[in-house]
């Protein structure tokens, strides 16, 4: 009798003691995982500008940018809209894994045609376990118009004034590399800064090959699918990289702004920039256009998304 009640009791204390470290387990609450933040942008352009959002994997989304022509006219031609110079990009953009995107794109002015690649290296996340977005962009674009369009049939060589070589197809290519930097501050702003380097195979005389760039743009929401967005582009003159004596009509920054409205598997943008120019090489490389009257073009930007 002594041995049962022995072992009913050792028997109720394993017991208890087993049920205090479930519940003791259980009372303990697991370390919450820190997620990235969401829509620091709403699509992968803003204005001219390609920002750190990457969508989620196996998505496809086709952007169609269009500028018109200058407003100088007013009135008479719709304020550009009738004015000759209008461009327009049509792209496919698509995530093969995540945080990964490859894309092509067609261009009306210089019947450009573009490869592109976009890599988020950081994102960041609600608890600033990483303050900031990180990612790498670039493309390389060939220039399909007639080689009478090149000089002549001649192109200038890369530092050495002076020397020209015969045209050859690789110096219908130019390159766009950029590392851009992201934070969404809160739930209306979101900020980003950019560096980037231009190169272009073949110039003019009086032109560098190589251009850095410095961006700058954002969005400041306003309702739950309108924001404020702006964007600059400053080309920066370097004496260290410059094939120049003197410089010969400088590229001018860039300036746009405008209004976003999305609605999650659209977003479309209306603004006014400083620059025709939509591929972003183009914009750094050859922007002659001042903050003013002759210089500002109407543009939008519509994106559409696809899940796979």
């Known amino acids: 009798m002594k041995k049962n009640i022995l072992f009913i009791l050792l028997f109720s204390l394993v017991t208890t003691w087993t049920f205090a470290q479930d519940a003791s387990s259980d009372a303990t609450p697991a370390k919450e995982k820190d997620k990235p933040v969401a829509s620091t942008f709403?699509?992968?352009?803003?204005i001219?500008?390609?920002?750190?959002?990457i969508q989620p994997k196996h998505t496809l989304e086709m952007g169609l940018q269009h500028k018109f022509g200058s407003i100088e006219n007013g009135h008479s031609d719709l304020w550009g809209i009738y004015a000759p110079g209008a461009n327009i990009r049509l792209s496919l953009d698509y995530v093969l894994f995540k945080n990964f995107q490859i894309g092509a794109g067609i261009t009306k002015n210089k019947m450009m045609t573009d490869l592109n690649a976009k890599w988020t290296l950081m994102q960041q996340t609600k608890k600033n376990t990483y303050p900031v977005s990180v990612t790498l962009y670039g493309n390389i674009a060939i220039d399909g118009r007639n080689i009478s369009e090149?000089?002549?049939?001649?192109?200038?060589?890369?530092?050495?004034?002076?020397?020209i070589n015969a045209f050859d197809?690789?110096?219908?290519?130019?390159?766009?590399s950029q590392l851009i930097v992201s934070r969404k501050f809160n739930k209306w702003l979101s900020l980003q800064a950019a560096v980037s380097l231009s190169h272009y195979n073949s110039v003019g005389y009086v032109y560098d090959h190589d251009?850095?760039?410095?961006h700058f743009s954002g969005r400041i929401k306003v309702t739950p699918q309108g924001s404020i967005i702006f964007n600059?582009?400053?080309?920066?003159?370097?004496?260290?990289?410059?094939e120049q004596r003197e410089w010969t009509n400088p590229p001018k920054p860039n300036l746009a702004f405008g209004y976003e409205v999305s609605t999650g598997s659209h977003a479309f943008q209306i603004y006014m920039a400083s620059t025709t120019a939509v591929l972003p090489q183009e914009n750094i490389m050859w922007n002659q256009n001042d903050f003013n009257n002759k210089g500002f073009v109407i543009g939008f930007v519509i994106t559409r998304l696809w899940g796979f």
């Open 48 to 53: 001219d500008a390609q920002t750190t959002v």
């Open 232 to 242: 600059y582009d400053h080309p920066l003159q370097i004496k260290d990289i410059t």
């Open 42 to 46: 709403e699509s992968g352009y803003l």
């Open 211 to 214: 251009k850095v760039g410095v």
């Open 169 to 176: 197809n690789s110096d219908r290519i130019s390159y766009f």
């Open 150 to 163: 090149f000089e002549s049939g001649t192109v200038q060589v890369a530092h050495q004034v002076g020397s």
